[in-house]
């Protein structure tokens, strides 16, 4: 971290400065030359890492680097800080192993790997006081307790398919539908996100729900639904849910932390094993599906369908 915020870690970029002839294009994209500032900020592989990962973290549009880093250093969630600096030092290692050893980058596999990391370091280590063992909540309450809490998630890969899980919760909590859908087309995860989002707003129109609250985690699309920021990638998808919710009493979309989002993220991860599927109350769980996944060529397993998706 201190040679990354000092710029002086060995990239392309930093080493063509030293007067080293050499290819400077990044070496996990090919896309841009690799300066310090693409490869953590700019560079698709980063991006997708951080999206793959607990953090709910979506790269900042416009942020100068090291304040970005600075605001992760200062934020008060000492988990989140742990895995944010493990993250960044995994993936400069493994951007290493990709130039020297010619391995492939994997985000989702890196992210394991980082969070492993600070488990073991944490469980070695336990807790004195101030350091937080369990992330903070950041669940922006609503003004009056919502009748139905609906999560969705998005998860994308560079070349495709689009993932996205939904959960109804009612007021007890209790999960009474969830869904999954994939479709085959590659977008940038903010706009996965931003689908994600329109895709919750439509099923609360078509399940006539009134007083509920829409979750994601992806707070930059929740700030521009709320025209709190302008994405221009993302302005038509956030128009479309800004109408759409202008026609819906009391429903409302706000901004959950990833770690408080995981259903609905599971849910998206098994669109890519199930396609697109429908469940009255709680998904199976996970052996169940791993099962169906395992079997799906020849077996056929009937799930509960929700009268709007049959
Ligand atoms: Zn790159």
Redesign the pocket.
């Known amino acids: 971290m201190w040679r990354l915020t000092k710029n002086i870690l060995p990239t392309r970029a930093n080493l063509h400065k030293k007067g080293i002839s050499l290819d400077l294009q990044?070496?996990?994209?090919?896309?841009?030359v690799?300066t310090t500032n693409?490869?953590f900020l700019?560079?698709?592989?980063?991006k997708l890492t951080l999206f793959a990962s607990h953090l709910g973290s979506h790269m900042p549009l416009q942020v100068d680097l090291f304040d970005w880093i600075l605001s992760w250093l200062t934020c008060h969630d000492t988990l989140g800080t742990q895995l944010f600096c493990t993250i960044l030092w995994k993936f400069w290692a493994a951007r290493n192993n990709v130039v020297f050893r010619g391995d492939k980058l994997e985000p989702v596999c890196l992210v394991d790997e980082a969070m492993s990391f600070v488990q073991e370091f944490n469980d070695a280590n336990p807790p004195r006081r101030g350091r937080a063992s369990l992330p903070l909540i950041t669940v922006t309450p609503p003004v009056s307790r919502p009748s139905f809490s609906v999560f969705v998630d998005a998860g994308c890969n560079l070349n495709g398919p689009t993932v996205w899980g939904l959960v109804l919760k009612n007021h007890d909590r209790i999960t009474t539908f969830s869904a999954c859908k994939c479709d085959d087309i590659a977008v940038d995860p903010i706009m996965a996100e931003a689908l994600g989002v329109r895709w919750a707003i439509q099923f609360v129109r078509e399940q006539g729900l009134h007083s509920v609250c829409i979750f994601s985690d992806a707070e930059n699309v929740v700030n521009c639904i709320a025209n709190k920021v302008k994405i221009d990638a993302i302005e038509m998808v956030a128009q479309d849910c800004r109408e759409l919710l202008s026609s819906l009493p009391n429903v409302s979309v706000l901004f959950v932390r990833r770690d408080q989002n995981i259903d609905a993220h599971n849910l998206a991860s098994l669109a890519r094993l199930v396609g697109n599927q429908t469940w009255v109350g709680a998904a199976p769980n996970a052996s169940v599906m791993s099962n169906y996944a395992e079997n799906s060529a020849t077996n056929c397993i009937v799930f509960g369908c929700f009268p709007a998706f049959c």
């Not at 700019?42 to 980063?46: Q, S």
Request: net charge negative.
């Open positions: 990044c070496p996990l994209c090919h896309h841009e690799e693409h490869l700019h560079c698709d592989l980063m």
